[in-house]
């Protein structure tokens, strides 16, 4: 049996992201937002990308990794300050977790 990939929770954890972002996108009552959602839709897939980089040589784009996954986390930090349902606010929140696994992954692995 071959062991678990240490960085897949990082991955598992944009997943959960871009399935939340999915559902606010989707329930968004503002259509200004919806370019904004797509612009954080984009940094979610180039956090993606540059895990794929980590995860091929730990060693390589651990530090653009981390501030790709910064910037989404000040992006959906935006979004949720603005938006005016607080039904949404759960959404917001996993997000945000999910980008906190996948950087505590991040640093785990970049630090094994």
Request: proline share 7%; charged share 20%.
């Amino acid at each position: 049996m071959t062991p678990p990939d240490p960085i897949q929770p990082a991955f598992d954890a944009l997943d959960v992201c871009t399935r939340a972002l999915g559902d606010l996108d989707a329930m968004c009552c503002e259509p200004g937002r919806s370019p904004r959602m797509a612009e954080l839709g984009a940094t979610l897939d180039a956090a993606r990308g540059e895990l794929r980089t980590v995860a091929a040589d730990a060693g390589s784009g651990t530090a653009a990794a981390m501030e790709t996954l910064e910037d989404a986390g000040a992006q959906i930090g935006r979004l949720q300050v603005g938006c005016c349902a607080p039904s949404r606010l759960p959404l917001y929140n996993e997000i945000l977790e999910s980008l906190m696994t996948a950087q505590r992954t991040l640093t785990s692995v970049a630090n094994s």
